[in-house]
T-cell receptor, first 112, second 117 residues
Framework: DAKTTQPPSMDCAEGRAANLPCNHSTISGNEYVYWYRQIHSQGPQYIIHGLKNNETNEMASLIITEDRKSSTLILPHATLRDTAVYYCIVRVWAGTASKLTFGTGTRLQVTL | GAVVSQHPSWVICKSGTSVKIECRSLDFQATTMFWYRQFPKQSLMLMATSNEGSKATYEQGVEKDKFLINHASLTLSTLTVTSAHPEDSSFYIC?????????????FGQGTRLTVV
């Protein structure tokens, strides 16, 4: 799986949009971009995933650049409960080889 | 989303004993489950991939005789830490996915905190 690069930490004021970047310059054509988050002492929570097109769900939006070498996760109105470590993962869908390999992620701190 | 349940949430055991952790997919059939370990302030590290009805595939550096994985049914995988020692104390997390779906997300259990004393 392609490696990803994320900033180690970010701050965001409550109510503002949180934009979390991720670089994946070596991504292959058949690799998807996934985002998970982990709140302290819990298992990771799925947020969103995409291949080429931008995606939006009730939690967040995923913007993928046209060359697919980077993406941005957008939390439109961050709350204190969004404080967590956010992981960007690229992963090929290949049957039993479809494992998720976690990098170091971005620690997002949402403040009042 | 789908629910993956892990049990127990936490366990304290004596050095030299074995501990079993269960991972269940509650509302879907998990053809593949993954086991991770996470030390404090570190990321999740994949230990092994477990496929129903076959032997688990271990990542490099993970001792298969120490971390026994059984995936006997489509809804249950177990991880047994044998002859546990204090250095095995960690946060163990399982993940399950249904390969019948295309490009689906993997769902995670809530984790098990193991403390070996």
């Amino acid at each position: 799986d392609a490696k990803t690069t994320q900033p180690p930490s970010m701050d965001c004021a409550e109510g503002r949009a949180a934009n979390l970047p991720c670089n994946h310059s070596t991504i292959s054509g058949n690799e998807y971009v996934y985002w998970y988050r982990q709140i302290h002492s819990q298992g990771p929570q799925y947020i969103i995933h995409g291949l080429k097109n931008n995606e939006t769900n009730e939690m967040a939006s995923l913007i993928i650049t046209e060359d697919r070498k980077s993406s941005t996760l957008i939390l439109p109105h961050a709350t204190l409960r969004d404080t967590a470590v956010y992981y960007c993962i690229v992963r090929v869908w290949a049957g039993t080889a479809s494992k998720l390999t976690f990098g170091t992620g971005t620690r997002l701190q949402v403040t009042l | 989303g789908a629910v993956v349940s892990q049990h127990p949430s936490w366990v304290i055991c004596k050095s030299g004993t074995s501990v079993k952790i269960e991972c269940r997919s509650l509302d879907f059939q998990a053809t593949t489950m993954f086991w991770y370990r996470q030390f404090p302030k570190q990321s999740l590290m994949l230990m092994a991939t477990s496929n129903e009805g076959s032997k688990a595939t271990y990542e490099q550096g993970v001792e298969k005789d120490k971390f026994l994985i059984n995936h006997a049914s489509l809804t249950l995988s177990t991880l047994t830490v044998t002859s546990a020692h204090p250095e095995d104390s960690s946060f163990y997390i399982c993940s399950a996915l249904n390969l019948g779906e295309s490009a689906t997300e993997a769902f995670f259990g809530q984790g098990t905190r193991l403390t070996v004393v």
